[in-house]
Structure formats: C-alpha cells, structure tokens
C-alpha cells in the first residue's frame, strides 16, 4: 500500500535540504556533532508539525490530506536519519548478505493515517539471525528518534521469525497487513509480503474474519456498546475509526485488496457506500488531528471540554435551537451511524461469499436448504430478504412493513435488504406518510409484542425511520450538551420504547413493580408507545419541547391512526411528560398542598397510571444509574398518594386523624417501647408526624431516648436504608440558628452527597433532623468506616473543630469535566406550592459546598429550613427548600424576596468559588 501523494511536500519538510545540512554538520565537527544533528532533525520536525498544523486550521475538515502529511513527514525523517547512521556512524563499504535492513512503517502509520501525536510504529526486517552492523544502525536510529520526543513502537525480526509470530499472534498479523516499506532493502520487504501471503494469509480468511469480529465486540463492549455514546472514543468506540479500519483488514486479507476503494472493485461496497466510507473516515481523522492539537497529547476521547474547542476549530455555527457543539455531535453521529450500516452490509457479502465457498461433504453434501416464502419476503438462516432489487420501488410501502414482519416473527432484517431499504428511503413521501396501511403496519411495529426496540434501530439506522416520520429524523443522532443525558435523542427514544416492551412483558418487574402491575390495565397501550415515542420529538427546536411535542401529538396521532380521545391522551403525556418527575424529586411529598397540586393536573387514573409508566421509561432510558432506588421510592408514594386521592376524590383523613394513625403504627414498630410514643412523641409537632414515614418516626424516638437515657447532647446515627436506596443520618442536637448549614457541610466534607433532609425542632428545645445520603456513585454508604466519617464530620463541625469554608472550597468538583459546561445560578419562588411554606427553588453548577453555601445564606437571612430535597442532573444541581420566616410565615414582600434572591445567586456563582478558592 502506498501513501497518498501530499501536496507541497517541501513546504512539509525538504529532505535534501535536511540531508545535506547534516552531512555537513558531521563533517565539520564528528562524532561531537550528534547535539547539533538532533536540533537540525528536532526544528525540521516542529517545522513540519507547525505547517500541517496551519493546513489543517486553514482546512479544518482535511482528515486524509493532514494524517498523510504527518506520516510523510516521519517518512522523511525516518530516511534522513537512516541515511546519517549507515553514511556517517556506520558505514560498511561492500554490505554482506546478512548486512541488510528494510524499514517498514506499521499500524496508523503504515496506513499513512497518523495524527499529530500518533505513535511511530516501525518495525525493522533483517535476513537472518541479525548482523552486529544492523542492531548498531537500529539502535542509533531509535535513539535518535527518542531524542526527538517520538513516541516509538518498535519491533526488530528476520524474516522467518516474523512469519513465525505473525501465524501465532493476530496483532502482528495486522501490523503486516498494512505495512510498507519507508526504506532501506526493497528485495527484503518483497520477501516478507510473498512469504506473508502464502504462508500466513492463505488459507485462513475465515479465521482472520472470526478473530477480528471477536475483537472488535470485544472493544466495543469496553467501550460502552454503543455509538450514541456523549462523550465517544473517536478511534476505539462503536463505529469510530477503529471499527473502518476493521473492514478494511479483512477486506484486504481476504481479497488482497491494496486501498479501500478496491472494496468496490471485488463487491464488497458500492461506489455510494465508498463514497460514505471515505467522507467518515476523513471527518473522523480530521476530528482526531484537531483533539491531538488541542491537548497535545494522543487524545481520542472527545470530551464535553473538547467537543466545544474542536466544534469552533472546524466552524461550525450555531443554529436556532442549536447550538455549535450540538450541531457538531450530530454530524459526527450521523457518520459512525453511517459506518455502522457499512459494516453490517459489508460481512453479510463477505458471510455468503464464505457459506458459497464452504466444502459440502457427506450424506448431505448435494442437499441445499430453500429459504422459505412468507407474505412475498424469502426467509432464510432466521433472515427476511426482499425477493428482488425492484422489491421496494414497486410498493413503497413494504419499506414500512419489512420492519414490521421482522418485529413480529423475531426476524432479523438482511443486511442486503438493509442496503436497499437505505438506497430507496427517498421513495417515502408526503403520499405514502399519509397511506393508511402505512400508517398501521408503523403503529403495529412501534407497539410490537416482541423486540420493537431493535426492529426500529434497523429502521433508524436504514434512514426509513426519519422519512417516514420527519419530526423524528431531525431529533436524529442529535445529542444534548450536558453530562445528564448519555445518549442522543433518537437513541434515548429507542431504548425508552424498549424499556415500555420489556415492562410490557414483565421482564423488569423485580424494579418496575408498580409498572408492571398496572399495565395491563391500561385503556390504549398503543398510545403509551406513541407518547414515548413522541416524548422528547421536538428538543432542538427552540422553546420548550413539551408544548412543541404536544403540538406535534395533535397532528401524528391521527395519522398514525389513533382515534380522538387516545391522540389528547397522548398529547397530554407529552406535554406533562416531565411533571412526575419534577415534582417527587423537587416537592415535598409529605406536604397534602404538593399531591393535591399533582392531582389537579392528572385528573383521572388513566392518565395517572400512563405518566407513571412513562416517567419510569424515560428516567431509565438517559443512561446506565439513572434509575436508582431513591427514585423509584419518591415516585411509587407519589402514584400511592394520588392514587389514593383520585380514588376517595377528596383530602381522605384530616390533619388529626393522619397524625393518629402515625403514632399508632410508629407504636407498632417500637413493640414493648410503644409508650414512648405518649411520652417523647408529645415533644413532636404535628408537623412532624404528618412528614416522617412510620419506620424513620420509630427509629427517632428509640434514638431520643437511648440519648436522653445516656445524658448525650449531641447523637448521630447512621443506618443503612436499603428501600430508599440511601444511608439515613439521624441527628439530634440542642436547637440554634446555623445548625442546618453547618450539619450540612460537615455530612458534605465526609464525601456524601445529601439527597433529602427535614428539619424539626421538638418542644424539648432539642432538633430532631433526618438526612438521607448517597456517596458520588449514587450508592448507600455501607462501610463502618464510612459512616464513622459522617460521625465524625458532623461533630466536628457543630463543635467548630474545623473551618468548612475553606475545606469545602478545596473539595473538587463533582464531576471533573463539569467546567466544560455554563451553568448559570438560577433562583424560584412559589407561594402556591404550599399551605404552610414558601419553596425556593435553587439551579447552579453542582458542587460539595453548593448545599452548605445555600443554607448559610438562607440563614444568614433569618429564614427556617423545614426541608430540603436535592436533585442532581449531571453537571447542574436543583435544590429545593421548605421555608419560613422567624415567626413561621411565607415571606411574600417582593423586596424581601429579591434580597433574597440575591444572596442565593451569590453564595451559587463560580465566582463565590473562585474568592473562597483563592482566600
């Protein structure tokens, strides 16, 4: 294989120029020379670095034409240094047969594909058993090569040894696959590339197929196996560099094909596909040479830092809705969506030219299986496969339902046909998004009974997805700039429509319990799918996508052929889509006024038993821990609690009575200590017992009295709470102003994150708080030792041992990569959430002293605490306070409020961080 030709190679490096300028360094001053040698070599290689560098910024897209100048400059330098040791340091004047030496270029290298801080892979081939004269030249020519800064894989073999090796070992298989000569002995390399093919490559095809699959789902596992990942590993990760160059090795060993485009030549791509391969791979390249020389270093994950750096450096422009970085993600998800169509086609070719080829002997050996006929497809090998080139063109519409008939039979979609459906996609057109029968056989494959998920992955990754339903093909491969959401749009979508079938089918009943159970009471279950399916179709649009998608719901679900009532159903799904969610995890659900507030927007328990279904889908579906205990507890006693009042239609029990049923069951669970109820429980307000859940009142009860029975003012316990997927920190300690915040960063600098917190404040004079807290993996605290450092932070803390501002301030940031992203504070007021409390509601950059900060400045404005819930969204946190004033009021005065406000965007901002970083 031989590297492309790049342009204006003096203007790269002048080899001449070098060569000359080194030989006349050597004769002027000897072997004392070398200092100077390797400066001449060092400037000629920033030269060169700095002249690529301005191509690529003057051509930010040039993958192919950037990765083969850098590889023509190693090139260069590699034989200018060559040429110095055998001329200058080693010179033999009539070489014997066993003095020769030939120079491949191996790996990325080989390929002539190498960005800026690729590693040199160079592998030396000598005859025989290696001469004295060639380790002498080698082993200068990699000290200089090292004095150079160049990262060096290197390996030094005969012939014969590296033909050995090469049978046993499959990575240096591949290194020779792509190897090629840079310099030296010309009649060595050929002998090494005959040898290659005869002895290594002949014969085993399919082996070499088999191990490099293997490998590959091997990689793509460790890397997340998925190509909609948020921050991919642009070589490595699914449909990355990595996965093209897969197709080219085996391509190349079991064709002996010297370039990618001889893949069109023996079959394996059209000139279409080609086409593809080249402009992804040259992006993908591109993208890799501009991370390189960003970091510089040999990056190729593309972080949220980066994605924005590399999105400005390849000009890309912000569109309404849209930003650049989103823009950006999204061509670069269309690309290695694109690769991975490419490669499925690509090892079906290859799968039948093998099965042709297979030797048939035996009883047998004259028997051929037919495929089947159903419904006009053939079916073969658990495959359907449209029975001709013209299939589609003839019934646009069978390019819908060959999706459909795969769902529904447990079929797999052939790859061939797979290339079709994307080479006649374009047929789909207002007409046929309109035809009825498309329509059904859309709405049957969507709500499927069997694997919808993967049935609509083909679909999408066919292109007949986004045709046939528009508003989805333009959430397609979009991604969302935030460390919250682990997918792009379309694929969250897809994995929620998966999630729904599973529920469907009971295969997460162990965590949707509630999910499950309901389900089959649902009046429309085809409209459940059309809502998650629409849930999120109109993000990237500018303005809220809830009110867009509904707008969207109104118009698709007729189409679709839902009738009136499902289609406002689904309309409302997606509009309120996000109400479940927001209020568990940001209203107290201990307050009537937050379930009466929910109710009043569900209205009936059909749509209450859809929202809850769909809420869980959509959670779980943003990524892997997003679905955690904690949330399934907050919203399985909100769907209890409006359950419970959409069936009595009123408040139920009053005040007095819940307060009674409390202490009776907290009696209950304190067995033979039932009377402390009477005694210690008339120290406790009803608010109290309206908020505390009966286990959490017993265990604080038990816990007020084993202190008041020890004479501890101070008792802290710390328990293991398995159903709300936290560990409880129960605190009882002499009420004063400041203790919230200061118990709050003492929890914070023991490394746990605070979820939940109530506050309350006993007759006694004594406060009784409960916290439940998570460590950074949004997992309980479970070691002794772990809960000994909650002890003692709190204690700490409360008795002044330790300065929190500045310990909290030293502590970093939740998630390293969060300062890639601006999150400006943001303060709420609502007066109407509540009876009782003003709710403040705080957005700002999450971070271990955002808690503290918040409280302390909710104190140092005379205001009560009550409670206090915490959720974090990646790189971003929401905190929400029940609040009072000194005399127990809601603060409503819009002065007071604005004064307020300000303080909490203070106490939130980075620059409060900075100040307290640098003091």
């Given at each position: 294989?031989?590297?492309?030709?790049?342009?204006?190679?003096?203007?790269?490096?002048?080899?001449?120029?070098l060569?000359?300028?080194?030989?006349?360094?050597?004769?002027?001053?000897?072997?004392?020379?070398?200092?100077?040698?390797?400066?001449?070599?060092?400037?000629?290689?920033?030269?060169?670095?700095?002249e690529?560098?301005r191509r690529?910024?003057?051509?930010?897209?040039?993958?192919?034409?950037?990765?083969?100048?850098?590889?023509?400059?190693?090139d260069?330098?590699?034989?200018?240094?060559?040429?110095?040791?055998?001329?200058?340091?080693?010179?033999?004047?009539?070489?014997?047969?066993?003095?020769?030496?030939?120079?491949?270029?191996v790996?990325?290298?080989?390929?002539?594909?190498?960005a800026?801080?690729?590693?040199?892979?160079?592998?030396?081939?000598?005859?025989?058993?290696?001469?004295?004269?060639?380790?002498?030249?080698?082993?200068?020519?990699?000290?200089?090569?090292?004095?150079?800064?160049?990262?060096?894989?290197?390996?030094?073999?005969?012939?014969?040894?590296?033909?050995?090796?090469?049978?046993?070992?499959?990575?240096?298989?591949?290194?020779?696959?792509?190897?090629?000569?840079?310099?030296?002995?010309?009649?060595?390399?050929?002998?090494?590339?005959?040898?290659?093919?005869?002895?290594?490559?002949?014969?085993?095809?399919?082996?070499?197929?088999?191990?490099?699959?293997?490998?590959?789902?091997?990689?793509?596992?460790?890397?997340?196996?998925?190509?909609?990942?948020?921050?991919?590993?642009?070589?490595?990760?699914?449909?990355?560099?990595?996965?093209?160059?897969?197709?080219?090795?085996i391509?190349?060993?079991?064709?002996?094909?010297?370039?990618?485009?001889?893949?069109?030549?023996?079959?394996?791509?059209?000139?279409?596909?080609?086409?593809?391969?080249?402009?992804?791979?040259?992006?993908?390249?591109?993208?890799?040479?501009?991370?390189?020389?960003?970091?510089?270093?040999?990056?190729?994950?593309?972080?949220?830092?980066?994605?924005?750096?590399?999105?400005?450096?390849?000009l890309?422009?912000?569109?309404?809705?849209?930003?650049?970085v989103e823009?950006?993600?999204?061509?670069?998800?269309?690309?290695?969506?694109?690769?991975?169509?490419?490669?499925?086609?690509?090892?079906?070719?290859?799968?039948?030219?093998?099965?042709?080829?297979?030797?048939?002997?035996?009883?047998?050996?004259?028997?051929?299986?037919?495929?089947?006929?159903?419904?006009?497809?053939?079916?073969?090998?658990?495959?359907?496969?449209?029975?001709?080139?013209?299939?589609?063109?003839?019934?646009?519409?069978?390019?819908?339902?060959?999706?459909?008939?795969?769902?529904?039979?447990?079929?797999?979609?052939?790859?061939?046909?797979?290339?079709?459906?994307?080479?006649?996609?374009?047929?789909?057109?207002?007409?046929?998004?309109?035809?009825?029968?498309?329509?059904?056989?859309?709405?049957?494959?969507?709500a499927?009974?069997?694997?919808?998920?993967?049935?609509?992955?083909?679909?999408?990754?066919?292109?007949?997805?986004?045709?046939?339903?528009?508003?989805?093909?333009?959430?397609?491969?979009?991604?969302?700039?935030?460390m919250?959401?682990?997918?792009t749009?379309?694929?969250?979508?897809?994995?929620?429509?998966g999630?729904?079938?599973?529920?469907?089918?009971?295969?997460?009943?162990a965590?949707?319990?509630?999910?499950?159970?309901?389900?089959?009471?649902?009046?429309?279950?085809?409209?459940?799918?059309?809502?998650?399916?629409?849930?999120?179709?109109?993000?990237?649009?500018?303005?809220?996508?809830?009110?867009?998608?509904?707008?969207?719901?109104?118009?698709?679900?007729?189409?679709?052929?839902?009738?009136?009532?499902?289609?406002?159903?689904?309309?409302?799904?997606?509009?309120?889509?996000?109400?479940?969610?927001?209020?568990?995890?940001?209203?107290?659900?201990?307050?009537?006024?937050?379930?009466?507030?929910?109710?009043?927007?569900?209205?009936?328990?059909?749509?209450?038993?859809?929202?809850?279904?769909?809420?869980?889908?959509?959670?779980?579906?943003?990524?892997?821990?997003?679905?955690?205990?904690?949330?399934?507890?907050l919203?399985?006693?909100?769907?209890?609690?409006?359950?419970?009042?959409?069936?009595?239609?009123?408040?139920?029990?009053?005040?007095?009575?819940?307060?009674?049923?409390?202490?009776?069951?907290?009696?209950?669970?304190?067995?033979?200590?039932?009377?402390?109820?009477?005694?210690?429980?008339?120290?406790?307000?009803?608010a109290?017992?309206?908020?505390?859940?009966?286990?959490?009142?017993?265990?604080?009860?038990?816990?007020?009295?084993?202190?008041?029975?020890?004479g501890?003012?101070?008792?802290?316990?710390?328990?293991?709470?398995?159903?709300?997927?936290?560990?409880?920190?129960?605190?009882?300690?002499?009420?004063?102003?400041?203790?919230?915040?200061?118990?709050?960063?003492?929890?914070?600098?023991?490394?746990?994150?605070?979820?939940?917190?109530?506050?309350?404040?006993?007759?006694?004079?004594?406060?009784?708080?409960?916290f439940?807290?998570?460590?950074?993996?949004?997992?309980?605290?479970?070691?002794?030792?772990?809960?000994?450092?909650?002890?003692?932070?709190?204690?700490?803390?409360?008795?002044?041992?330790?300065?929190?501002?500045?310990?909290?301030?030293?502590?970093?940031?939740?998630?390293?990569?969060?300062?890639?992203?601006?999150?400006?504070?943001?303060?709420?007021?609502?007066?109407?959430?509540?009876?009782?409390?003003?709710?403040?509601?705080?957005?700002?950059?999450?971070?271990?002293?955002?808690?503290?900060?918040?409280?302390?400045?909710?104190?140092?404005?005379?205001?009560?605490?009550?409670?206090?819930?915490?959720?974090?969204?990646?790189?971003?946190?929401?905190?929400?306070?029940?609040?009072?004033?000194?005399?127990?009021?809601?603060?409503?005065?819009?002065?007071?409020?604005?004064?307020?406000?300000?303080?909490?965007?203070?106490?939130?901002?980075?620059?409060?961080?900075?100040?307290?970083?640098?003091?």
């Amino acid at each position: 294989m031989s590297p492309r030709r790049v342009p204006g190679q003096r203007a790269i490096i002048d080899r001449r120029m070098l060569a000359e300028e080194i030989a006349s360094l050597h004769a002027a001053q000897g072997s004392a020379a070398r200092p100077a040698i390797v400066t001449a070599l060092r400037m000629a290689l920033d030269e060169g670095r700095h002249e690529l560098a301005r191509r690529l910024e003057a051509t930010p897209s040039a993958g192919h034409e950037v990765t083969a100048g850098y590889s023509f400059l190693i090139d260069q330098l590699l034989r200018v240094i060559h040429d110095h040791v055998t001329a200058h340091l080693y010179p033999v004047p009539n070489r014997t047969q066993a003095e020769r030496l030939a120079i491949l270029a191996v790996g990325g290298y080989g390929r002539a594909e190498m960005a800026p801080h690729s590693d040199v892979d160079v592998a030396f081939i000598t005859p025989m058993k290696r001469a004295p004269w060639c380790e002498q030249v080698i082993e200068a020519m990699l000290y200089l090569l090292w004095d150079l800064g160049l990262k060096v894989g290197h390996s030094s073999r005969t012939v014969g040894d590296t033909i050995r090796m090469a049978k046993e070992d499959l990575t240096i298989r591949t290194a020779l696959l792509e190897g090629r000569l840079v310099w030296g002995e010309q009649a060595l390399y050929e002998e090494l590339r005959s040898r290659f093919w005869n002895e290594v490559a002949r014969g085993n095809e399919r082996q070499f197929l088999t191990q490099k699959l293997a490998e590959r789902d091997a990689r793509h596992k460790r890397m997340g196996d998925s190509r909609y990942v948020v921050e991919p590993n642009i070589k490595e990760g699914k449909g990355a560099l990595r996965d093209l160059q897969t197709l080219y090795w085996i391509g190349k060993f079991v064709h002996r094909v010297g370039s990618a485009s001889e893949l069109v030549d023996v079959g394996l791509l059209t000139p279409s596909e080609y086409r593809s391969f080249r402009r992804a791979e040259g992006f993908l390249l591109a993208v890799r040479c501009h991370m390189h020389i960003l970091t510089d270093r040999a990056e190729d994950r593309l972080t949220f830092d980066l994605q924005r750096a590399v999105a400005e450096r390849m000009l890309f422009a912000e569109r309404p809705g849209k930003s650049a970085v989103e823009r950006f993600m999204q061509y670069y998800f269309l690309q290695v969506k694109r690769v991975g169509s490419l490669t499925g086609v690509f090892l079906a070719h290859l799968d039948e030219e093998f099965a042709r080829k297979r030797p048939r002997t035996g009883f047998f050996a004259g028997w051929v299986q037919r495929p089947r006929m159903f419904k006009g497809y053939s079916i073969d090998a658990g495959r359907i496969r449209a029975p001709g080139d013209d299939w589609f063109r003839n019934d646009p519409v069978r390019l819908i339902e060959v999706f459909q008939l795969a769902e529904a039979e447990g079929l797999e979609v052939h790859p061939e046909t797979m290339r079709q459906a994307g080479r006649d996609a374009k047929l789909i057109d207002g007409r046929l998004r309109r035809d009825k029968r498309a329509n059904a056989l859309f709405l049957e494959l969507l709500a499927g009974r069997k694997d919808p998920e993967t049935a609509l992955r083909w679909m999408n990754e066919a292109g007949v997805f986004g045709r046939f339903v528009p508003d989805f093909g333009r959430v397609n491969a979009q991604m969302q700039f935030d460390m919250y959401h682990h997918y792009t749009v379309d694929e969250h979508t897809i994995r929620a429509i998966g999630l729904l079938s599973q529920i469907e089918r009971g295969l997460l009943a162990a965590d949707h319990p509630r999910a499950t159970a309901e389900f089959p009471k649902l009046a429309s279950r085809r409209a459940l799918f059309v809502a998650v399916l629409l849930h999120d179709i109109a993000k990237g649009r500018g303005g809220d996508h809830s009110v867009l998608g509904a707008e969207v719901a109104h118009r698709l679900g007729p189409r679709f052929g839902l009738d009136e009532k499902e289609t406002a159903l689904v309309a409302w799904l997606v509009l309120h889509h996000l109400l479940m969610s927001r209020t568990a995890q940001k209203r107290d659900l201990t307050d009537p006024k937050t379930i009466e507030d929910f109710v009043a927007e569900v209205q009936s328990l059909e749509r209450l038993r859809n929202l809850a279904i769909l809420t869980a889908v959509d959670i779980r579906a943003v990524g892997p821990g997003t679905w955690n205990s904690w949330k399934a507890q907050l919203l399985g006693e909100l769907y209890d609690a409006a359950k419970e009042r959409l069936r009595l239609g009123h408040k139920g029990s009053g005040r007095k009575q819940r307060v009674a049923a409390k202490k009776d069951a907290a009696a209950r669970l304190l067995g033979e200590d039932g009377h402390l109820v009477d005694s210690i429980g008339a120290q406790l307000g009803d608010a109290y017992w309206i908020a505390e859940p009966e286990d959490i009142i017993a265990s604080n009860i038990a816990q007020y009295d084993a202190a008041q029975a020890a004479g501890e003012a101070l008792s802290i316990q710390c328990e293991v709470d398995e159903t709300r997927g936290a560990t409880r920190v129960s605190v009882i300690a002499a009420d004063h102003p400041g203790l919230f915040y200061r118990m709050a960063g003492g929890i914070h600098l023991a490394g746990a994150n605070i979820i939940d917190a109530r506050i309350h404040t006993a007759r006694s004079g004594y406060a009784v708080d409960n916290f439940l807290v998570q460590d950074h993996n949004g997992q309980p605290f479970r070691e002794e030792a772990q809960m000994a450092r909650i002890d003692k932070g709190i204690r700490d803390a409360l008795l002044a041992k330790v300065e929190l501002v500045p310990k909290l301030a030293a502590r970093p940031l939740a998630h390293s990569r969060a300062n890639a992203f601006d999150v400006a504070p943001q303060v709420g007021f609502d007066n109407n959430a509540s009876n009782h409390f003003t709710v403040i509601e705080v957005t700002a950059r999450d971070r271990p002293a955002l808690l503290n900060r918040l409280a302390h400045a909710l104190y140092k404005a005379s205001l009560i605490v009550h409670s206090a819930h915490i959720t974090a969204y990646g790189e971003a946190a929401a905190d929400t306070f029940y609040v009072t004033d000194l005399t127990g009021a809601k603060i409503k005065a819009p002065e007071r409020l604005a004064e307020i406000e300000a303080a909490l965007l203070a106490a939130a901002s980075d620059e409060r961080q900075e100040q307290l970083e640098k003091a």
